[in-house]
């Protein structure tokens, strides 16, 4: 199997158990090793008390391409942090892309950035995340 044919599979197995990531319409729409990309579209029930899209939905789809991205490599691997800068609101309607790329992977531990933006290729958030890996496998096992 190629790095990419195994990131492929990957995520698709990742995706077939990802309850959260399907009840909110997320989709998967490339994944590379240590890349990929998630888009969701801002519904009413996603916005705040201001009526912009509440930051938490933006993490929850910046962290998912995050999630992607860095179990490319057929290891079982979370999140051990993550920071988010929130640059412009979102709005309903919008159809936001949050695209990750690993910046270093070195051992167990990987770092990775995510850019997420509206359709226009306004930059609503930067995510960075720190992924830990373990020795279990995600589809050979």
């Keep these: 199997m190629t790095p990419q044919e195994l990131a492929e599979a990957c995520a698709s197995r990742l995706y077939a158990g990802d309850t959260a990531t399907q009840s909110l319409g997320i989709t998967i ?71 990750a790329v690993e910046r270093s992977r070195r051992g167990r531990s990987g770092l990775y950035d995510v850019t997420v933006r509206r359709r226009d290729d306004t930059v609503l958030a930067e995510f960075r995340g720190r992924s830990r890996s373990s020795e279990r496998p995600i589809i050979t096992a």
Excluded at 31 to 38: H, I, K
Excluded at 43 to 72: K, P, R, S
């Design 29 to 99: 729409d490339g994944v590379a090793p240590g890349r990929a990309s998630a888009t969701m579209t801002v519904t009413a029930a996603m916005l705040n008390g201001h009526a912009i899209g509440h930051g938490g939905y933006v993490f929850l789809l910046a962290d998912t391409a995050f999630a992607f991205a860095c179990n490319t490599y057929d290891r079982v691997t979370v999140a051990a942090g993550a920071d988010v800068s929130f640059l412009e609101p979102a709005r309903a309607g919008d159809e936001l892309t949050a695209t």
